[in-house]
């Protein structure tokens, strides 16, 4: 599909609304969040739950002599839009009315505009459904797929006009070996392609033969481990989470304030990078800045720079590089080392190679310590050869320690691990990482 | 907030196909959130959000339809596209021989707005305020926050075109949060946890009675006092917790292990199966003879409280374990049909519940509460040789199967020879959820006992993040293993 029709006509009347509406020296912006969703979800290779979702929500954002307030809404049918801001706007004149004016409110004077339009093609719903069910065969495959464009958009009243627009269909799902076992996998594509996806479903078929051996337990106790990229991915989401945020630095709320004191470092071949030409996010944030292509996180195993929200900028005195109120990366992407792939489990020898980790939460944030388990697919491998999937085994360690001085190599590859998140909709971004060699793991449970 | 009862007329649209049955689902949810942050007022967040689902059955499969375009025409193509839905899952999905849903013999309606006024946003924003101010009393509180969020929700759902009820809800979440630094090593102490575990439906009573007013000088008193604390010893200890950490043991290893979608197996691929097993019901032995859990939408004032689930199952109360003995599982009407039809008669409950308009039911835990014991505190704590008292909830991680579990509290405090020791800093705990249960040692009375949630229960595919209470009265289990940090 090229530009979406619906989510386009929209936008121009969301436009024409913030260029006509505001009154005297008010400056307001309108946000755009739009996606028309296919999700198919399957148990058993069955299909469970099947629909499709329209949602667009709008978000105004009123600025008056420093009072400022925000007012989030769905916009329904197309013939009441206006009606819908109009009644919004109005709501948020008589609340900023009685607000005072805030400190910290900071947007960007100076107005930009730019426009993504991903093209991609979306499959029918029948034909997504037969791929999948018949691609799964005999085995029992769950999972999600999902369909559909995307929107981000972002009109201000200084004469902003930003539009970006992605085309996705994934599935993400996993084929199960009995008990907690499973080979998972994420297709993702900006173009519907059923040979492809048949492709990614068979090979994950292939690969859960091994895990249908007898599980091997192991004692909790420190083990060299070879992480895949998705488990570095879902290591470095975490991170994100107050990581590289100013504000969490400043709230004494950062895993990472001991390596901005200098009391601790990763290993001096880690680095993350925000890139946000690398997994295609939208280049323009709320207020209406601009995000730049590439923001350092992490250089060489030391921290580089903090993302810093205009809120922070305001409050901290610094200057904003474009995040979002919430500072956290939307690309963060780790530099490849130089282990090739055909070659990790020779490096790793003997130890645990761990597909995928789940639930990770910082057990003492302040030692940028985290929990997590091993998920899916973990298997035990002697001298470079896999022999069996291992039971769910808990880890408690630090990242100073695994991407520190336990880092022993990084895969050569980093591969896309697509945000599959769907809390509140798709998502754009997601992580890019590299396989990680680790001496030891500390398992705990 | 203004009240949101819509104004909207909505039709059912009619079956799109002969042989079609239709259900439509209503959801109008007004948000405000309010937050003073380090002595600033934020920007006021006002949010509007409404929107219907059509969900169509034919010929023995369902299919959806979510849209915001409320016109009669919008309805129709939107029971149009469910009808397509249902049409492509035809010999490839669960082979329903009915609806999954059962229209009440009267329209439910439920009102948890009616009784109890909020007031006026400048008064709540003045108490923010007062809080705020109160928790700032040391140069070494580098972060204090105290919030506010308020939530009106109107649902209304039609069953075959019938009017199936109409429920309105209100739900109130304050919030305080104070850090402690002193260079690199700092402390957080919430009200309830970071991610408001103290929430109700209401309004002023429920604020009042949540300890807001008062909190803020009692919350930044405590993480300066975590900020000198020595670090949490390691060790196997008993372990007296707290409900505003009960709450996440319940909600993890508990309820999430006992929906009935996991244990169907719905939520391998995301959030995960259970340890519990169908032929686990009716005989399999949870925890110890004190522990008794119920599902129950009908308390007055607490979080998940409502009058039906979006299946049209009007709710009512329903004991899941007793005496340590677990009897029945969280799953709603389809749920029950589908393990009937595998041979599995497990009773269920009113918990067939969507985050929203654009998501479809799944199984949750409405209100999942442990019912009070006979012992005070103060027998508990004389009860306890070595151990550690624990308080508010910091860290989560559980196994997919919510069974290997460790969890972090922002409060510690030691117990050697029923006395009570120093506070100690980053506690944790971990175990197994099959064995910890028997370690349930002793049950706190009424007078511990607190009724608490969470608004942010994820799972489902698509992503769904739903409203739960936790009712529990503090709890002792016995010789746990516990350990601190390392900052």
Request: hydrophobic fraction near 40%; proline fraction near 6%; charged fraction near 25%.
């Amino acid at each position: 599909m090229t530009i979406d029709p619906v989510f386009a006509a929209q936008f121009a009347e969301i436009s024409a609304f913030v260029a006509g509406a505001p009154r005297g020296a008010e400056v307001l912006f309108a946000e755009l969040r739009a996606e028309r969703a296919d999700y198919v979800r399957f148990d058993r290779a069955r299909v469970r739950q099947a629909g499709t979702v329209e949602c667009s929500e709008v978000t105004l954002h009123l600025i008056d002599a420093g009072r400022q307030a925000r007012f989030a809404c769905t916009l329904g049918a197309r013939r009441r839009v206006r009606t819908t801001l109009a009644a919004a706007l109005a709501a948020l004149r008589e609340l900023i009315a009685h607000a005072p004016a805030d400190p910290f409110a900071h947007w960007q004077a100076q107005p930009g505009a730019s426009e993504h339009v991903g093209h991609g093609r979306l499959a029918d719903p029948r034909e997504a459904l037969e791929v999948i069910v018949e691609a799964a065969g005999e085995d029992d495959v769950v999972g999600l797929y999902a369909a559909g464009p995307l929107v981000r958009a972002l009109a201000g009243s200084p004469g902003h006009r930003h539009y970006h627009q992605s085309v996705s269909s994934s599935f993400d799902f996993s084929v199960q070996a009995g008990g907690d076992r499973a080979v998972k996998d994420v297709w993702w594509s900006g173009d519907w392609d059923a040979r492809a996806l048949r492709e990614a479903i068979g090979a994950a078929r292939g690969h859960a033969q091994i895990l249908r051996r007898p599980v091997r337990r192991i004692d909790p106790g420190a083990y060299r481990a070879l992480l895949s990229p998705r488990a570095v991915a879902e290591l470095v989401r975490l991170l994100g989470w107050g990581g590289f945020s100013e504000r969490a630095q400043r709230s004494g709320q950062s895993p990472l304030a001991l390596a901005r004191s200098g009391q601790a470092r990763f290993h001096p071949g880690f680095s993350i990078v925000d890139d946000a030409g690398a997994l295609a996010v939208p280049r323009f944030q709320s207020e209406g800045f601009e995000r730049p292509e590439r923001v350092p996180l992490i250089e060489a195993g030391q921290p580089a720079e903090r993302l810093v929200s205009p809120r922070s900028a305001r409050e901290f005195g610094l200057a904003t590089n474009g995040a979002g109120d919430d500072e956290r990366p939307l690309a963060p992407c780790v530099a490849p080392g130089t282990l090739a792939a055909p070659a990790a489990l020779a490096a790793l020898g003997t130890g645990l190679a761990i597909a995928d980790l789940w639930y990770l939460n910082f057990s003492d944030r302040g030692a940028c310590r985290v929990t997590g388990l091993t998920r899916f697919a973990t298997l035990w491998v002697e001298d470079g050869e896999p022999v069996a999937p291992v039971a769910t085994m808990r880890i408690d360690d630090s990242l100073y320690r695994l991407f520190g001085d336990q880092l022993l190599a990084l895969g050569d590859a980093a591969l896309p691990s697509p945000e599959t998140g769907t809390w509140y909709g798709r998502e754009p971004g997601g992580v890019r990482a590299p396989a990680a060699l680790v001496g030891a793991l500390r398992l705990t449970l | 907030m203004a009240h949101p009862l819509s104004r909207v007329r909505l039709r059912c649209p009619a079956p799109p196909r002969p042989g079609a049955r239709v259900s439509l689902r209503y959801v109008e949810e007004r948000r405000e959130a309010l937050a003073v942050v380090r002595g600033v007022l934020q920007p006021v967040l006002l949010e509007s959000d409404r929107g219907a689902m059509l969900t169509v059955w034919l010929d023995g499969e369902t299919g959806y339809c979510a849209t915001a375009d409320l016109s009669p025409r919008g309805l129709s193509a939107a029971a149009e596209r469910a009808a397509h839905w249902a049409g492509a899952a035809h010999g490839r999905g669960l082979a329903l021989p009915e609806p999954p849903w059962r229209t009440p013999d009267a329209p439910i309606r439920f009102d948890s707005v009616r009784d109890d006024a909020l007031p006026a946003r400048a008064d709540l924003v003045a108490m923010l305020h007062e809080e705020a101010a109160a928790m700032k009393r040391d140069a070494r509180i580098v972060h204090w926050a105290a919030s506010l969020r308020i939530a009106e929700r109107v649902q209304r759902l039609w069953l075959d075109g019938e009017d199936a009820g109409t429920q309105r809800l209100r739900f109130v979440e304050p919030g305080l949060e104070a850090t402690a630094a002193d260079g690199a090593r700092s402390q957080t102490r919430t009200l309830g946890g970071q991610y408001n575990g103290v929430c109700r439906q209401g309004g002023l009573q429920a604020l009042r009675d949540s300890g807001f007013a008062g909190g803020g000088a009692r919350v930044a008193a405590e993480a300066l006092e975590l900020l000198a604390a020595p670090n949490c010893p390691s060790g196997v200890r008993d372990l007296l917790l707290s409900p505003d950490q009960m709450m996440l043991q319940i909600h993890e290893s508990i309820g999430h292990p006992l929906e009935l979608d996991r244990i169907l197996g719905d939520e391998r691929n995301f959030a995960g199966t259970s340890f519990v097993t169908p032929d686990m019901f009716g005989h399999y032995q949870f925890g110890s003879p004190l522990l008794n859990v119920s599902f129950d939408p009908g308390v007055p004032g607490e979080y998940a409280s409502y009058g039906a689930d979006d299946e049209g199952m009007p709710a009512r109360r329903v004991p899941l374990i007793e005496r340590g003995v677990l009897k029945r599982a969280l799953g709603g009407t389809l749920s029950q049909a589908r393990a009937r039809a595998r041979g599995w008669p497990i009773e269920g409950a009113a918990a067939a519940r969507a985050s929203g308009w654009q998501r479809p039911p799944i199984d949750r835990m409405g209100n999942l509460d442990l019912e009070p014991g006979a012992s005070t505190m103060e027998a508990m704590i004389a009860a306890v040789e070595r151990g550690i008292w624990m308080q508010t909830n910091a860290s989560w991680s559980i196994d997919d199967a919510r069974n290997k579990f460790q969890f972090g509290c922002e409060w510690g405090r030691l117990i050697e020879d029923g006395r009570l020791g120093a506070v100690v800093r980053n506690p944790n705990y971990r175990g197994v959820s099959a064995t910890f249960w028997r370690s349930l040692a002793m049950v706190g009375d009424r007078s511990t006992l607190q009724r608490l949630g969470t608004p942010t229960c994820g799972k489902g595919e698509p992503g769904q993040l739903a409203r739960v209470g936790h009712a529990s009265p503090a709890c002792l289990f016995r010789a746990v293993d516990v350990f601190g940090g390392e900052s």
